[in-house]
């Protein structure tokens, strides 16, 4: 059977979605690790003060997530990118992922396959936006692979297209059937989602109104609910996976990765980026949640970014050979649970370590560290009073609000005005824990299908089959290896101290520094535009060939 | 010359008896009502251990003591014993111990940490002093991961010595009959016994006694 670097060897890849966590880690996993590999093409939106070269050139030379590339190639960094790497600018959004067509009648019939990371993966995305991006863009990505000669589209999906289930997920696509059995058309659901969204622009008054967004929300989450997806995010890219399953102008390979989360090694140790799963999860446990309404034994299926970026390689190795499954799960369920239990023991057991979120004082520093979150059932246990809190914090609030010193103090009272600025003053900060309480229940409300109400398996029979077949030397740098994790290490030693680092400061509204930049030495080279041979002619619209 | 030195923990190198640290465990479960069922076990323990006549029984102390670790995480004992390990144990070290020690490494002897406290406390000490093998209590833990509350036999027991102490001392190659043994307490005196070069390291009375007795050397210095 064909290695994983024989399958590289010489191809070229259309890449989308290199700026998000995963795009960047597998790129750079793949110049690092793949020298065989032969081309990259990495499409990139340009931004209005920043083209897409600038940003690749930014990554390059700044990301983290490209740091061993630095190190191990210095000063000869360009001469790297510019063997292998090209830049496309281009819209996930936009008919044809935004390639001119020109461009993209000389660039396809080079291209050997498309992986499409992009994608929103916010939890309650606009729900135009949502289909926008998941949706349409993923189907701008298999328009683009209709047109290269082997049809080849490799789109990074989540496990959790799953929807509301409990148990055993296996790794298959059933098009037209949505989680809890219903029969459905993608292509009929996003027009009648748009139509459903569009009387309420219509009804608030235009669609850039507050209560516009939060009326599309509203109804796109009712819509994704009775089809048995909990949220937006998992129902737009399970649409997609149910128009691209449709398709038969394409060949494409499912790779769903479920929650990914720190580095385990590769770029480095704790490397992540942005706002993640656990990060909240954690800033709170490890703060005052001392109850937190997650199911103790269900799975907390994580999976460190690098082991993803392995198994989305043997993927489209496998693809590029031509024997590719159709659905790929990249998770830990299956092979080495998690608990959220375990999550909450090594969270608190951290803090005992020394680990505690900066901005707390001694008494609360000791608090901390003796009195550790517990998981607790949200529907019955009577202990779980955030909900009654908030509303607490709120009725004593509202009392605040409407204090006057004249009306509400007795005459002959002396300083009546320091009471009057102390009673603003509880107000400003009944208000503010108040908002801060109904945050973290909202927060705790969005992870509940994930942490609470269901309790997921995902298969990975596909990822584990693969590596057991990989030679020695191929099983180390690319096969599976989430059997030898040790969670208490990583959870300990890598993810809190990456969250901390690496994410944790987005939720106190500071910002991440990223590493010095070092000069590249010169752009990436970009692909050039190029005009339509005389006579040919491309429809734009989605799922159009040519 | 000796082979092998093995050193009693409790005593020898520590002041600090097992009995506290399955204390400072069974305090720091994670949950409160394990708190203070724990708290209740030492209430029972503390008089086995350290009680008059009769009533001392200082193996159904411990055995008590760890009991009260029932349906704690195996990660909870063994972060909760690192941080034992280093915040109470390696601080307060007995100087004249570890002097010993020194004597020992520079010998290039084997060296073989004993002690009746859990392997989640005594290996990250073993591994800070430079001990090649450490003899010590592992909790028994079920399908979860969980301790049940009994320790895994074979179960070494606060009075040290016999038969399956020497059999476990000779699955790592100690012979005793060729080593150096230290000890501090009267329950260590059969383990010393059978040494080739016993040593009673600033000894408890009982100990103390014994020395004299049977002729060992004693070394005096300051515990912890």
């Given at each position: 059977?064909?290695?994983?670097?024989?399958?590289?060897?010489?191809?070229?890849?259309?890449?989308?979605?290199?700026?998000?966590?995963?795009?960047?880690?597998?790129?750079?996993?793949?110049?690092?690790?793949?020298?065989?590999?032969?081309?990259?093409?990495?499409?990139?939106?340009?931004?209005?003060?920043?083209?897409?070269?600038?940003?690749?050139?930014?990554?390059?030379?700044?990301?983290?997530?490209?740091?061993?590339?630095?190190?191990?190639?210095?000063?000869?960094?360009?001469?790297?990118?510019?063997?292998?790497?090209?830049?496309?600018?281009?819209?996930?959004?936009?008919?044809?992922?935004?390639?001119?067509?020109?461009?993209?009648?000389?660039?396809?019939?080079?291209?050997?396959?498309?992986?499409?990371?992009?994608?929103?993966?916010?939890?309650?995305?606009?729900?135009?936006?949502?289909?926008?991006?998941?949706?349409?863009?993923?189907?701008?990505?298999?328009?683009?692979?209709?047109?290269?000669?082997?049809?080849?589209?490799?789109?990074?999906?989540?496990?959790?297209?799953?929807?509301?289930?409990?148990?055993?997920?296996?790794?298959?696509?059933?098009?037209?059937?949505?989680?809890?059995?219903?029969?459905?058309?993608?292509?009929?659901?996003?027009?009648?989602?748009?139509?459903?969204?569009?009387?309420?622009?219509?009804?608030?008054?235009?669609?850039?109104?507050?209560?516009?967004?939060?009326?599309?929300?509203?109804?796109?989450?009712?819509?994704?609910?009775?089809?048995?997806?909990?949220?937006?995010?998992?129902?737009?890219?399970?649409?997609?996976?149910?128009?691209?399953?449709?398709?038969?102008?394409?060949?494409?390979?499912?790779?769903?990765?479920?929650?990914?989360?720190?580095?385990?090694?590769?770029?480095?140790?704790?490397?992540?980026?942005?706002?993640?799963?656990?990060?909240?999860?954690?800033?709170?446990?490890?703060?005052?949640?001392?109850?937190?309404?997650?199911?103790?034994?269900?799975?907390?299926?994580?999976?460190?970014?690098?082991?993803?970026?392995?198994?989305?390689?043997?993927?489209?190795?496998?693809?590029?050979?031509?024997?590719?499954?159709?659905?790929?799960?990249?998770?830990?369920?299956?092979?080495?649970?998690?608990?959220?239990?375990?999550?909450?023991?090594?969270?608190?057991?951290?803090?005992?370590?020394?680990?505690?979120?900066?901005?707390?004082?001694?008494?609360?520093?000791?608090?901390?560290?003796?009195?550790?979150?517990?998981?607790?059932?949200?529907?019955?246990?009577?202990?779980?009073?955030?909900?009654?809190?908030?509303?607490?914090?709120?009725?004593?609030?509202?009392?605040?609000?409407?204090?006057?010193?004249?009306?509400?103090?007795?005459?002959?009272?002396?300083?009546?005005?320091?009471?009057?600025?102390?009673?603003?003053?509880?107000?400003?900060?009944?208000?503010?824990?108040?908002?801060?309480?109904?945050?973290?229940?909202?927060?705790?409300?969005?992870?509940?299908?994930?942490?609470?109400?269901?309790?997921?398996?995902?298969?990975?029979?596909?990822?584990?089959?693969?590596?057991?077949?990989?030679?020695?030397?191929?099983?180390?740098?690319?096969?599976?290896?989430?059997?030898?994790?040790?969670?208490?290490?990583?959870?300990?030693?890598?993810?809190?101290?990456?969250?901390?680092?690496?994410?944790?400061?987005?939720?106190?509204?500071?910002?991440?520094?990223?590493?010095?930049?070092?000069?590249?030495?010169?752009?990436?080279?970009?692909?050039?535009?190029?005009?339509?041979?005389?006579?040919?002619?491309?429809?734009?619209?989605?799922?159009?060939?040519? | 010359?000796?082979?092998?030195?093995?050193f009693r923990?409790e005593g020898t190198l520590?002041p600090?008896?097992?009995?506290?640290?399955?204390?400072?465990?069974?305090?720091?479960?994670?949950?409160?009502?394990?708190?203070?069922?724990?708290?209740?076990?030492?209430?029972?323990?503390?008089?086995?251990?350290?009680?008059?006549?009769?009533?001392?029984?200082?193996?159904?102390?411990?055995?008590?003591?760890?009991?009260?670790?029932?349906?704690?995480?195996?990660?909870?004992?063994?972060?909760?014993?690192?941080?034992?390990?280093?915040?109470?144990?390696?601080?307060?070290?007995s100087?004249v111990g570890?002097?010993l020690?020194?004597?020992?490494?520079?010998?290039?002897?084997?060296?073989?940490?004993?002690?009746?406290?859990?392997?989640?406390?005594?290996?990250?000490?073993?591994?800070?002093?430079?001990?090649?093998?450490?003899?010590?209590?592992?909790?028994?833990?079920?399908?979860?991961?969980?301790?049940?509350?009994?320790?895994?036999?074979?179960?070494?027991?606060?009075?040290?010595?016999?038969?399956?102490?020497?059999?476990?001392?000779?699955?790592?190659?100690?012979?005793?009959?060729?080593?150096?043994v230290y000890g501090s307490h009267g329950a260590d005196s059969?383990l010393l016994g059978?040494?080739?070069?016993p040593c009673a390291v600033t000894p408890d009375r009982e100990l103390r006694r014994i020395a004299r007795d049977c002729d060992w050397p004693v070394v005096e210095g300051r515990l912890?």
């Amino acid at each position: 059977m064909m290695g994983v670097r024989e399958s590289f060897r010489g191809r070229h890849l259309l890449v989308t979605g290199f700026t998000g966590f995963l795009g960047k880690v597998w790129v750079a996993f793949l110049l690092d690790h793949l020298e065989e590999v032969g081309r990259i093409t990495l499409l990139v939106r340009g931004r209005r003060d920043e083209s897409a070269v600038a940003r690749v050139r930014a990554i390059f030379e700044s990301s983290p997530a490209l740091r061993p590339l630095r190190d191990k190639h210095g000063d000869r960094l360009l001469e790297l990118v510019r063997d292998k790497i090209e830049v496309l600018e281009g819209d996930a959004k936009r008919p044809l992922l935004g390639i001119d067509p020109g461009t993209l009648a000389h660039l396809a019939p080079r291209l050997d396959a498309v992986v499409h990371c992009a994608g929103l993966t916010d939890f309650s995305p606009d729900p135009i936006q949502a289909i926008d991006v998941n949706v349409i863009g993923a189907l701008h990505a298999a328009d683009v692979a209709a047109r290269t000669p082997d049809r080849r589209l490799v789109h990074v999906s989540t496990c959790f297209v799953a929807g509301e289930v409990d148990g055993d997920v296996p790794e298959v696509v059933d098009p037209g059937v949505s989680p809890n059995g219903t029969r459905f058309d993608a292509e009929m659901e996003m027009v009648s989602l748009r139509s459903a969204c569009a009387t309420v622009d219509e009804r608030e008054g235009g669609p850039r109104k507050m209560a516009a967004r939060r009326g599309r929300v509203e109804i796109g989450t009712k819509r994704a609910q009775a089809l048995g997806w909990p949220n937006l995010y998992t129902y737009s890219k399970g649409l997609a996976e149910h128009a691209l399953a449709a398709r038969d102008d394409v060949r494409v390979c499912f790779v769903r990765p479920s929650i990914v989360e720190c580095a385990r090694s590769y770029p480095f140790p704790g490397w992540n980026e942005g706002l993640n799963t656990s990060g909240p999860i954690v800033w709170m446990c490890s703060g005052f949640a001392w109850k937190v309404p997650m199911r103790a034994d269900n799975c907390f299926d994580v999976v460190p970014v690098d082991t993803v970026a392995r198994g989305m390689t043997l993927a489209v190795a496998d693809h590029l050979a031509d024997r590719a499954p159709e659905v790929v799960q990249l998770a830990s369920g299956d092979h080495n649970m998690f608990t959220f239990d375990r999550a909450l023991d090594l969270t608190a057991l951290k803090v005992r370590r020394g680990y505690v979120p900066s901005g707390v004082s001694a008494l609360e520093r000791a608090l901390l560290t003796h009195l550790d979150s517990t998981a607790m059932d949200r529907g019955a246990d009577r202990s779980y009073l955030l909900p009654a809190a908030q509303r607490a914090t709120q009725w004593l609030r509202d009392r605040f609000r409407g204090f006057d010193k004249d009306r509400h103090l007795p005459r002959g009272v002396a300083n009546k005005d320091d009471i009057e600025a102390k009673v603003k003053d509880a107000h400003l900060k009944l208000n503010k824990t108040s908002m801060l309480l109904k945050s973290i229940e909202q927060v705790w409300k969005s992870y509940q299908p994930f942490i609470h109400d269901f309790d997921y398996r995902f298969s990975t029979r596909n990822v584990r089959a693969r590596t057991a077949q990989l030679s020695e030397d191929e099983r180390r740098a690319f096969g599976w290896d989430l059997e030898t994790l040790s969670w208490r290490t990583y959870w300990m030693d890598v993810e809190i101290p990456g969250l901390d680092r690496w994410s944790l400061p987005l939720l106190r509204g500071k910002d991440v520094e990223g590493d010095e930049p070092v000069d590249l030495g010169g752009d990436p080279p970009a692909v050039p535009t190029r005009a339509l041979p005389a006579g040919r002619e491309t429809r734009l619209d989605a799922g159009g060939a040519e | 010359m000796p082979d092998a030195a093995l050193f009693r923990l409790e005593g020898t190198l520590s002041p600090r008896p097992t009995l506290t640290a399955a204390a400072w465990l069974a305090l720091n479960a994670r949950r409160v009502r394990a708190r203070l069922l724990g708290l209740s076990s030492f209430a029972l323990a503390g008089p086995l251990s350290a009680g008059p006549g009769l009533l001392r029984d200082p193996g159904r102390a411990l055995r008590l003591a760890w009991s009260s670790l029932e349906g704690m995480s195996e990660d909870r004992l063994v972060v909760l014993g690192e941080v034992y390990a280093e915040e109470h144990l390696l601080g307060a070290l007995s100087e004249v111990g570890l002097g010993l020690l020194e004597e020992c490494k520079r010998r290039e002897m084997r060296l073989v940490l004993l002690s009746d406290n859990l392997d989640v406390i005594a290996r990250p000490v073993a591994a800070h002093l430079g001990f090649d093998v450490v003899i010590s209590n592992a909790m028994e833990l079920d399908a979860h991961d969980r301790a049940t509350g009994e320790l895994r036999p074979p179960v070494i027991g606060p009075a040290l010595g016999g038969r399956r102490l020497e059999e476990r001392l000779a699955e790592h190659g100690v012979d005793l009959r060729r080593s150096s043994v230290y000890g501090s307490h009267g329950a260590d005196s059969v383990l010393l016994g059978a040494a080739e070069l016993p040593c009673a390291v600033t000894p408890d009375r009982e100990l103390r006694r014994i020395a004299r007795d049977c002729d060992w050397p004693v070394v005096e210095g300051r515990l912890g």
